[in-house]
Nanobody, 116 residues
Framework: QVQFVESGGGLVQAGGSLRLSCAAS????????IAWYRQAPGQQRLWVAF???????AYADDVKGRFTISRDNAKNTVYLQMNSLKPEDTAVYYC??????????WGQGTQVTVSS
């Protein structure tokens, strides 16, 4: 079972950048596709980006070109570089396995707040 700890969130002005980190425990980390998800107040938790064990990536349409996901299997860590942030990116960000039916226990997430 892989467990996740997210960090790196904060308050930033629109147009700014943040880099999120997802530290994972568990021997199977390197073989899993890992995704970042986000949940805004009153809304569903949605997929944002994922990276496969081989390093292939994919992004939701509303973050494509602004966010970059990467992983370091030696450190059991996945990153999310977020540039050109918008107020609508405000949410709690989580990482977990991908796709959704492989998701395990959720971590505490990290809050990202983008002010206009």
């Amino acid at each position: 079972q892989v467990q996740f700890v997210e960090s790196g969130g904060g308050l930033v002005q629109a147009g700014g950048s943040l880099r999120l980190s997802c530290a994972a425990s568990g021997s199977t980390f390197s073989i899993n596709a890992i995704a970042w998800y986000r949940q805004a107040p009153g809304q569903q938790r949605l997929w944002v980006a994922f990276v496969t064990s081989g390093g292939s990536t994919a992004y939701a349409d509303d973050v494509k070109g602004r966010f970059t996901i990467s992983r370091d299997n030696a450190k059991n860590t996945v990153y999310l570089q977020m540039n050109s942030l918008k107020p609508e990116d405000t949410a709690v960000y989580y990482c977990n396995r991908y796709p959704r039916h492989y998701v395990g226990a959720w971590g505490q997430g990290t809050q990202v707040t983008v002010s206009s």
